[in-house]
């Protein structure tokens, strides 16, 4: 399984932008997969912001709630997280990831696949 993370750049505070995660390998297993935004910021830990389930419930981190959407389309085998309101704290590298069963959608070790990363720069 392997997860291609892209749409990350340079966006103004307030701006818009969005991102997008293909799974390569799962072909319609897709669909049964859990899927997980996580971004991590220079000097900081990796933090959660967004989870859809395979049920497509979705949860979010306070800090982007409201602002922030994710949903996936199984048809594309892809998962999408718009950023909207973005503020300079937003500043990131962000990861999606992914796993077959996941109990608490907010913490890192429950995913057991990840993608390298897009980088998501936003200027005040």
């Known amino acids: 399984v392997q997860l291609q993370a892209s749409g990350g750049g340079l966006v103004q505070a307030g701006g818009s932008l969005r991102l997008s995660c293909t799974a390569s390998?799962?072909?319609?297993?897709?669909?049964?997969?859990?899927m997980g935004w996580f971004r991590q910021a220079p000097g900081k830990e990796r933090e959660f912001v967004a989870a859809?389930?395979?049920?497509?419930?979705?949860y979010y981190a306070d800090s982007v709630e409201g602002r922030f959407t994710i949903s996936r389309d199984n048809a594309r085998d892809t998962v999408y997280l718009q950023m909207s309101s973005v503020e300079p704290e937003d500043t990131a590298v962000y990861y999606c990831?992914?796993?077959?069963?996941?109990?608490?959608?907010?913490?890192?070790?429950?995913?057991?696949?990840w993608g390298q990363g897009t980088l998501v720069t936003v200027s005040s």
């Open positions: 990831a992914n796993s077959l069963v996941v109990g608490s959608p907010s913490r890192p070790g429950e995913y057991n696949n």
């Open positions: 390998g799962l072909g319609r297993a897709f669909r049964n997969y859990n």
């Open positions: 859809i389930r395979r049920s497509g419930g979705t």
